[in-house]
């Protein structure tokens, strides 16, 4: 069973940071780009970052630039989300999802989805 587990969510101070992590089981990640996206209430869900299956190619929101970072580790089949300085604006439940090797805006194309890991920014 093809499996994304999120984690590392939880209420941090807004200018803190948090690692969420995304693991899969039941498949390699190896061919699969990842993405993250992020549903606050109200809203719809947007695309946050992403990472090629090579991990040769990110890219990013232009409000999460220069503070968020994917990464992945393919040897322990998890990409992670870095995010730093972090505001009131990025609050919601975060999401990693997968498809086959490469980036592409739009929730439609995404194969795979978790369930979400939620982040509270709060002072």
């Known amino acids: 069973q093809l499996q994304l587990v999120e984690s590392g969510g939880g209420l941090v101070q807004p200018g803190g940071s948090l690692r969420l992590s995304c693991a899969a089981s039941?498949?390699?990640?190896?061919?699969?780009?990842i993405g993250w996206f992020r549903q606050a209430p109200g809203k719809e869900r947007e695309g946050v970052s992403c990472?090629?299956?090579?991990?040769?190619?990110?890219n990013y929101a232009d409000s999460v630039k220069g503070r968020f970072t994917i990464s992945r580790d393919n040897t322990k089949n998890t990409v992670y989300l870095q995010m730093n300085s972090l505001k009131p604006a990025d609050p919601a439940v975060y999401y990693c999802a997968a498809r086959r090797y490469y980036c592409r805006s739009g929730t439609r194309f995404w194969d795979y989805w978790g369930q979400g890991t939620q982040v509270t920014v709060s002072s």
């Open positions: 990472i090629s299956s090579s991990g040769g190619s990110a």
């Open positions: 039941g498949f390699s990640l190896d061919d699969f780009a």
